[in-house]
């Protein structure tokens, strides 16, 4: 039987963190440039979105991050969705230990949209543009507006539903969907597809016909 805690005003930092390790988050890295024009990245495990019209998603950064104070001022950014077999590039960008110079050393990636640095080989990019910066104790809540999108990367299978799989953080590790919930996944994905477009050819066909406008008469 689950016993249950009492609520407080202060929780235990170690008992939220035994809480929130429960859940998977998708793991992405987040690159920019610095004012000197050097590339930077960092990777985050909280990467969320916020609205679709307009288009925002937000991530939260540590002020204690090596990397805090060049994306504090960067305006433009890229964030980097990582496939189940980049383990190695999270943990790359997420090494405290590396200099911005370090971290690009042998990595494959290119000048992007504005010269953002875009690495290459992951699931989907997305390109942001600062919307808001929120400073939430001992993080920053970063939200950026969407300007751009590459999934050229993204595989599909035969049928056409996205045959790769992103990366996720889990029970401090990285992970990979199992199996059976890749599959289970896709074919939802398949299903769900075939039920909007059979919606809209309903609604097609339903549509009342608009007539012809008249001739003008002279």
């Known amino acids: 039987m689950n016993t249950a805690t009492e609520t407080t005003e202060n929780v235990d930092g170690a008992a939220l963190r035994a809480v929130l390790r429960q859940g998977p988050s998708p793991v992405t890295v987040v690159t920019a ?50 496939r189940r077999e980049q383990a190695a590039l999270a943990a790359r960008f997420a090494d405290p230990g590396r200099s911005p110079e370090q971290q690009f050393a042998g990595v494959d990636w290119r000048a992007g949209e504005h ?10 990019v997305l390109y942001c543009r600062l919307h808001a910066r929120h400073r939430a104790g001992d993080s920053d809540i970063v939200v950026g507006r969407v300007t751009g999108a590459e999934d050229a990367a993204l595989e599909t299978d035969p049928k056409g539903v996205p045959a790769a799989d992103p990366l996720l953080y889990h029970q401090r590790g990285y992970r990979a969907l199992p199996a059976g919930v890749q599959q289970e996944s896709r074919q939802s994905v398949q299903r769900a597809d075939e039920a909007a ?8 066909r339903s549509a009342p016909e608009t007539p012809a406008p008249k001739s003008a008469k002279s």
């Open 33 to 82: 440039r610095s004012d000197e024009g050097q590339p930077f990245g960092i990777t985050i495990g909280s990467f969320a979105s916020v609205s679709l019209r307009p288009p925002l998603v937000s991530f939260n950064v540590s002020q204690e991050a090596r990397t805090y104070r060049l994306l504090a001022k960067a305006e433009r950014l890229a964030v980097h969705v990582l």
């Open 115 to 124: 010269r953002l640095p875009v690495l290459d080989d992951v699931l989907a």
């Open 197 to 204: 477009s059979e919606s809209e050819k309903r609604s097609a």
